[in-house]
Nanobody, 125 residues
Framework: QVALVESGGGLVQAGDSLRLSCTAS????????MAWFRQPPGKDREFVAVLRWSGVADPARGRFSISRDNAKNTVYLQMNDLKPEDTAVYYC??????????????????????WGQGTQVTVSS
């Protein structure tokens, strides 16, 4: 497992942008697939975006983009045009590289063995 620390959450207004960061405590960061999930109040955790170790990205929403800086052991989630329904706790997750899997595989919370503590994002209308 890898220790993950998220940051960058906060209270913003609808239409604003926010960038979340997640730093991992591993020298092998480049060999990990990194993902973002979120859990709105009273709802289940849901997929937001994934960036595989190979560089393939799958953002679930066009307003969001995921990127990584392997030199800094950090993955980012850029969120634009935020809406009140984006209010949630955002979690970073990591999985050691696995070859030959499609997007559906990476959208499953159960495949990730490392999770951060979460960062709250609140969007006011």
């Amino acid at each position: 497992q890898v220790a993950l620390v998220e940051s960058g959450g906060g209270l913003v207004q609808a239409g604003d942008s926010l960038r979340l960061s997640c730093t991992a405590s591993t020298r092998a960061f480049s060999t990990y697939t990194m993902a973002w999930f979120r859990q709105p109040p009273g709802k289940d955790r849901e997929f937001v975006a994934v960036l595989r170790w190979s560089g393939v990205a799958d953002p679930a929403r066009g307003r969001f983009s995921i990127s990584r800086d392997n030199a800094k052991n950090t993955v980012y989630l850029q969120m634009n045009d935020l809406k009140p329904e984006d209010t949630a706790v955002y979690y970073c997750a990591a999985q050691k590289a696995v070859a030959g899997k499609g997007n559906a595989y990476y959208r499953d919370t159960n495949i990730y063995d490392s999770w951060g503590q979460g960062t709250q994002v609140t969007v006011s209308s």
